[in-house]
């Protein structure tokens, strides 16, 4: 009975284990951006602000994938005051061999404006923001309108702006498409990473 | 003693059970877009190329780390020969839950061209390439100039034209940076996960 009880026990732990090498590897590979800017922010390092993914609050919910879409790999770009604190944080990067980030420097990127094409909702207008980051933001999103569906887009005319969908397709102003099975960005596998960690300490300590 | 081989036996295929554990989750985590590309190659629909950065040969290995870190994330496009291929393909990964890819439709995307700036090397001219490409090739190199370091980017002008440093800067024109340590894509990983597949294996029945 009890022999039974620990064979169960030993086969939840092995299980949890490997549970947990497969999420830290996961968090490894995909968390490499998130470790280089939690590691700025802590660098002491003056005039870093944040991902501008994180500095964006979407206001109606039906247009999370559309704003999300659009924002693309720029959610990760790192919002900094100047071009000075981009290269002072990209030195703290490679002295500590922590990977590649994009900064926007706040007194150099460039706006966008979306043309006037008869159709769509400015993404811009979609998304709360502090004015100050206005130039990032605009960098990202601002030239870009949200459109129903692919069809809304032929009308307006492919090519003719850059184009998101509510169901997620994104159709640059260079020809690009991007498009397939949309799966919302995992924030929440740190969450389930802690969850996993705190499960295998638990079974070690139910087993002595 | 045999008792002691086996211990020895065991707690190497251990080991090598949890490698491949990480070496898959890590390949799950980053090798979606190579799967995605993968399957629609073998999906039967016509007119698929291949990733933009499977097309494009380095000839002088100098600038390996520039042209790397100028493709960026262009480097996984995939090429294909109109934007009717494009829609098809993306309407195969929604059915088959494939994750999203940017398709370059060799019929729409638009070639982009360095401005004369007096100094750099136009990074398409260190590449090799099916001139069937040209304008997908363009589209995500053709407005980058290769320049030494950050001193001749200085001296030519932040701002005046996208350019890469051999040390692997990135300076866009749009003001964003991109910086930090570099790490070469890792295209041998998938190398590594058979050898300890096998591994694993080749322990599994010395213990039998």
Chains 1, 2 share one sequence.
């Not at 604190?85 to 979306?114: D, M, Q, S, Y």
């Not at 870009?144 to 032929?154: G, Y």
């Not at 509510?166 to 389930?192: M, T």
Request: aromatic content about 4%; proline content about 3%.
């Amino acid at each position: 009975e009890k022999q039974r009880e620990l064979q169960k026990i030993t086969a939840e732990l092995e299980s949890a284990k490997k549970e947990l090498i497969k999420l830290e590897a996961r968090q490894e590979a995909q968390g490499s951006k998130n470790r280089a800017i939690e590691a700025l922010k802590r660098s002491g390092i003056r005039g870093i602000h944040g991902a501008l993914g994180e500095l964006i609050k979407v206001v109606d919910e039906k247009y999370l994938t559309a704003v999300d879409v659009a924002l693309g790999s720029h959610f990760d770009n790192l919002v900094v005051e100047d071009d000075k604190v981009a290269e002072e944080a990209i030195k703290f990067l490679k002295r500590n061999k922590l990977g590649r980030l994009t900064f926007l420097p706040l007194n150099k990127i460039k706006p966008r404006k979306a043309p006037s094409v008869g159709g769509g909702i400015p993404a811009i207008e979609l998304v709360e923001y502090n004015p100050r980051y206005e130039n990032a933001v605009s960098f990202a999103l601002g030239d870009t309108l949200v459109v129903e569906d692919m069809n809304e887009a032929r009308r307006i005319g492919i090519g003719k702006a850059r184009m998101v969908t509510l169901g997620g397709e994104l159709l640059e102003r260079s020809g690009a498409i991007v498009g397939g099975h949309y799966r919302p960005r995992q924030r929440i596998s740190i969450g389930n990473i802690e969850e996993v960690r705190a499960k295998v300490q638990a079974l070690e300590t139910q087993k002595e």
